[in-house]
């Protein structure tokens, strides 16, 4: 062999080599990202509407930008994540075999209310903190009065079914969640009408998980989501920041007022506040709310333990906690449907930096937003962080110290 000739043949293995090491590195990325369900480096992206969009946010850069919906500062990048998407309220369940639940810590605001038979059920309010995908778990059906809520933030809607549908006579006519959805035109993203993978086939959207708990759990307990797959499905329906019509979700949005935490020497040492919604229900569904003094924050417990978020162990916490009494009305059906009169006016208490201050609400209709006012008609400011708002029927015992 001629030196030309050893030159040419060197050229060609050398080509050679570098095409089988890249596709075996590709085929090895391939399988690695099908088999752990994580996207490689060459998947991901900065579209938040792309199913590709799985990255995280450098957490050394600063926090500028202010999350409308509960005041938090987060990064810029986050907040070009959130500005073109709109809010999404999921319901996610409390029954004791579904605990713990998925994404809830994650939430920005969460509201809690009795769905049925004493117990309770949560909507979380998700928005500046899906920088990265989240699971939502169990996710469970509509409630009527939980859509006046989803409705000042113009939110996209997740449930799995609901309580009646616009010509089921067995449902009270105030009780029928999926009508008044359908009436109401709220952008829906119920679990029926979804498919089980987005149309690029990339991300289950809903799937029923038997195995997301380490005990068997009834199917009704079963069902997990997660915000890809249902930013996506919004995204092809034109929901994102805008609707179909170009109208920004937050065009007629009133964020409520915040304030910066109390300081270290103004918090109390200690400070803790439980209820119950039903009477005879406590070893199960009793809530107490224990203050942190080095964190300004409530840790809750839930059915005597601490309650966590099945996703990252951590103890769900509230930076703002506030108890809304509202008149229970029902069962008004066979199917034990109970009514809860959050349009209108109330009293309530407010929780924050360890100490409770006695308020009043408002809410003139079902698409105004919802006030907290302090005796003399202000209204009031929260912490910065995330914020539980605790329904409960007029008269529920409060415990905390006075």
Known sequence: MNKQQFITASVIGLALYLISTGLSFAGFSYFVGASTG??????????????????AIDPT???????????VLRTKPEREIWEKRRPIAVMIENHAEARPQSGLSTADIVYESVAEGGISRFMGVFYCGLASPVTLAPVRSARTYYLPWVLEYDALYNHVGG?????????????????????WKI????????PFKTSDKKDIVCVRNYDRL????????????????????????????????????????VPWKFKDDAKLDERPVSFSVSFV??????????????YDRTTNSYKRVNGGLPHTDLENKQQLTASTVVIQFAKEVGPVDGHAHLLYENIGSGDGILFLDGKA???????????????????SGKELAFNRGQIWIEMLPIGTSVNYPK
């Open 38 to 55: 994580k996207p490689t480096s060459s998947s991901s992206g900065t579209d938040p509407n792309s199913l590709q969009g799985h990255f």
């Open 61 to 71: 850069l600063p926090k500028t930008e202010a999350c409308p919906l509960n005041g």
């Open 163 to 183: 309580a009646g549908r616009c010509q089921d006579d067995t449902v009270d006519d105030r009780a029928k969640a999926l009508c008044q959805i359908e009436q």
């Open 187 to 194: 952008k829906d993203l119920d679990q029926f009408g979804l």
């Open 214 to 253: 380490d005990h068997p759990v009834a199917t009704e307990h079963t069902m997990v989501c997660n915000t890809v797959g249902l930013y996506k499905v919004a995204q092809e329906r034109g929901w994102t920041n805008v609707d179909t019509k170009g109208i920004s979700w937050d065009k007629n949005f």
């Open 277 to 290: 919604a039903w009477k005879g229900y406590e070893k199960e569904y009793g809530v107490t709310w224990n």
């Open 357 to 375: 201050v006695k308020i009043s609400w408002k809410k003139p209709d079902r698409m105004s937003r919802t006030k907290f006012l302090d005796t």
